[in-house]
């Protein structure tokens, strides 16, 4: 899992970005959107530090990443190549790794109960120097079984505003919006079309919180169509993985 990649691997990582940044672009015109409203977070998971680094050099520093076991040393060998990376964690995340996740991380996707929210403000209180980002994982199809918020449910600690109140009441964070995946089973274009609207009533609420992660390497245009400003594109980027997450 070491080592820098080979001038092969660097050639076929410059072409699935520059198949990832038409997409982007063609997507953004499609829907009138600027492609700057539209930052690409490359996620590494199960792909090498060496890829990371690649990338960094291809001008992507938005990088992606959801295990903290992974995570990492993966940050940390990157680092070490002198690489000033943003990294995003986007996987579901324990309780017990946010002491560990606030010291490489800069942005945090995947907050999605109360009691998530005050493990991260207690250790980014004291863990790190700048706020950290923290975006709401909301649930789309409102399945409580599974990740992510529940948009208009009042339960303390799986709520979306419940939880959306502690990011945004914690001094070491930084409410900064929303983010969801779409669920199985559900066509991309119903899934984003209500993730919209949670997200503009949400907005409401919080002015300030106007990022949205949506949209992974299938369903990317969609997800820009109805206005996401974060994709997080793993296979079409990086290859298929041999695992499944
Ligand atoms: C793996 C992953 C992605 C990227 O998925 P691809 O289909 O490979 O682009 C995006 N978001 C989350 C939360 C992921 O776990």
Same mark, same amino acid.
């Given at each position: 899992m070491t080592g820098p990649s080979g001038p092969d691997r660097r050639a076929e990582l410059a072409a699935g970005l520059a198949a990832v940044r038409t997409r982007i672009t063609g997507a953004c015109a499609a829907a009138g959107r $600027? *492609?700057? @409203?539209v930052t690409m977070i490359a996620v590494t998971k199960t792909y090498p530090a060496g890829d990371a680094v690649a990338l960094a050099g291809l001008g992507v520093v938005d990088l992606g990443e959801n295990r903290d076991q992974e995570a990492a040393p993966k940050a940390a060998e990157v680092a070490a190549a002198g690489v000033t990376a943003r990294w995003h964690f986007i996987g579901q995340l324990q309780r017990n790794k946010a002491r560990s996740v606030v010291r490489y991380a800069d942005v945090v996707h995947s907050v999605d109960s109360a009691r998530l929210a005050r493990a991260l403000a207690t250790a980014a209180e004291s863990g790190r120097d700048r706020p950290l980002e923290t975006l709401v994982q909301v649930s789309i199809d409102g399945d *409580?079984? =599974? @990740?992510g918020a529940l948009p208009?449910?009042?339960?303390? $600690? =799986?709520g979306l505003d419940p939880v959306a109140e502690v990011l945004a009441g914690a001094e070491a964070l930084r409410l900064a919006g929303l983010m969801a995946v779409a669920p199985l089973g559900w066509e991309p274009e119903r899934a984003f079309a209500r993730l919209a609207e949670v997200a503009a009533a949400f907005r409401a609420r919080h002015p300030a919180a106007t990022a949205l992660s949506a949209g992974m390497s299938g369903d990317l245009e969609v997800a820009i169509g109805y206005g996401a400003t974060h994709v997080r594109v793993g296979s079409a980027l990086l290859g298929m993985r041999s695992t499944l997450r």
């Open positions: $600027d *492609p700057a @409203g *409580p079984a =599974r @990740g208009g449910s009042t339960d303390p $600690d =799986r």
